[in-house]
């Protein structure tokens, strides 16, 4: 990932590296959702959980570090006070981190995906 730039970095990449950052850094129940045709708020959509208010804050800014570093993107984040649900939006990708009971409550991936979505971990 290191020496991309914004410029070189498709959605299908930046998709690509925040899979792989939730999954080293222990992320659960990682679904991705494709919204090219549904929306234009961007290409994908990721809902995964954290174990703890704590996790989930922890997650939210490594990936918001590493976006940065990595492929220049700012990210526009929300609730990252709170620990129970993380905002992060990337532009082409919106990731969203939740607490477990927190994702249970909301159900917004079947707000998208109203069959099973896909999941990656």
Excluded at 67 to 73: A, E, I, M, Y
Aim: with cysteine.
């Amino acid at each position: 990932m290191t020496g991309t730039t914004t410029e070189d970095a498709t959605s299908e990449t930046l998709l690509a590296a925040i899979l792989t950052l939730l999954d080293d850094n222990k992320a659960e129940d990682i679904v991705q959702i494709d919204l090219r045709g549904k929306t234009s708020m961007g290409d994908y959509m990721v809902v995964c959980s954290g174990r703890s208010s704590r996790q989930v804050v922890s997650l939210a800014e490594k990936l918001i570090d590493n976006l940065k570093q990595d492929f220049g993107v700012l990210s526009k984040v929300e609730g990252k006070q709170s620990g129970d649900w993380v905002l992060i939006d990337t532009g082409d990708v919106i990731v969203h981190v939740f607490r477990p009971e927190v994702r249970e409550f909301y159900q917004l991936e079947k707000m998208w995906v109203p069959t099973e979505a896909a999941k990656t971990s």
